[in-house]
């Protein structure tokens, strides 16, 4: 099972917007809506920020957001704010009782 | 609310048993529909899901760590646990304990602080 594919890395400026893209197959994103995206800064642990594609948990801003379409799942963030900047990891199930994590994203606010 | 720590030896010696423990506390490990897993995350890489356990001890793993890969749970003491055999340097990551949602919703929250764990002679 290979990892999910995710930019290195995303920038945006105060205020505006990035999408963080997510590329599957058809055995876990593509075959399944449970895909999850966690947010992570520097030497601390992850925080789930989406679940289920496209739900927020309780605490989680409205700027953050999930989609999802074919094989590919995206976390956008609008209104950046400096506290974003972060690496952040999709999640997808993969069927057979196994998961697959994203190579992981560093947002940068510049 | 439920909060998690690893903890367990961070030097562990290639070819030997890595063992961490996970305690749950906030809450009964043994409550509603969740599960708890493992993962881990190599220095400067994305991160590798090792596996999961029900509280009525079934358990699933990543295939690619399968063979060398058992986890327990003990309800009394409201903790679960992993073991590795066989490590070699390629194991050495940070490891984190995790709820799993469970039921009809798939996700991975909270998750425990991190244990480094190296292995090298």
């Known amino acids: 099972q290979s990892a999910l594919t995710q930019p290195r890395s995303v920038s945006g400026s105060l205020g505006q917007s990035v999408t963080i893209s997510c590329t599957g197959t058809?055995?876990?994103?593509?075959?399944?809506?449970?895909v999850s995206w966690y947010q992570q800064h520097p030497g601390r642990a992850p925080k789930l920020m989406i679940y289920?594609?496209?739900k927020r948990p309780s605490g989680v801003p409205d700027r953050f957001s999930g989609s999802k379409s074919g094989n590919t799942a995206s976390l956008t963030i609008s209104g950046l704010q400096a506290d974003d900047e972060a690496d952040y990891h999709c999640?997808?199930?993969?069927?057979?009782?196994?998961?697959?994590f994203g190579t992981g994203t560093k947002v940068t606010v510049l | 609310q439920v909060q998690l720590q690893e903890s367990g030896p961070r030097l562990v010696k290639p070819s030997q048993t890595l063992s961490l423990t996970c305690n749950v506390s906030?809450?009964?490990?043994?409550?509603?529909?969740?599960?708890w897993s493992w993962l881990r995350q190599p220095a400067g890489k994305g991160l590798e899901w090792i596996g999961r356990?029900?509280?009525?001890?079934?358990?699933n793993y990543n295939p690619s760590l399968k063979s060398r890969v058992t986890m327990s749970v003990d309800t009394s003491t409201n903790q679960f646990s992993l073991k590795v055999t066989s490590v070699t340097a390629a194991d050495t990551a940070v490891y984190y304990c995790?709820?799993?949602?469970?039921?009809?919703?798939?996700?991975?929250?909270?998750w425990g602080q991190g244990n480094l764990v190296t292995v090298s002679s």
């Open positions: 995790a709820r799993g949602a469970g039921g009809h919703s798939d996700w991975f929250a909270p």
């Open positions: 906030g809450g009964s490990i043994s409550s509603g529909t969740s599960y």
């Open positions: 356990i029900y509280t009525s001890g079934s358990t």
């Open positions: 058809t055995r876990d994103i593509g075959g399944y809506n449970y």
């Open positions: 289920d594609v496209d």
């Open positions: 999640c997808s199930y993969a069927g057979s009782y196994n998961y697959v």
